[in-house]
């Protein structure tokens, strides 16, 4: 997915969504960044969750780079 498409999806997200993303700054950049947008679309408006990204092995994010692989997104738990 190119950088325009990325930009394009991001700017999508609804004043009400909120994502917080713990260990490094958000990139649009990113790899997993239109995953977790997708796996935020399924979280109930007013609740928080918690959202596992598994990466490969050889992904650039383990160097301190950007995500360069295709990484599994999933939305863990659930609070309302």
């Known amino acids: 997915m190119g ?3 990325r930009r394009k999806k991001l700017g999508k997200l609804k004043p009400e969504q909120v994502l917080v993303v713990r260990d ?3 990139d649009a950049e ?3 960044m239109v995953p977790l947008l997708k796996a ?5 408006k007013g609740s928080v ?9 050889w992904c650039a994010i383990w160097r301190g ?3 360069d ?6 939305v863990e738990k659930e609070w309302a």
Do not use: F, L, Q
């Open 24 to 26: 490094r700054p958000m």
């Open 65 to 67: 780079g950007r995500c």
């Open 3 to 5: 950088k325009a498409s």
């Open 69 to 74: 692989c295709k990484p599994t997104v999933k």
């Open 49 to 57: 969750a918690e959202v596992t990204i598994r990466h490969d092995d």
């Open 30 to 32: 990113d790899n997993y």
């Open 40 to 44: 935020a679309e399924a979280v109930h």
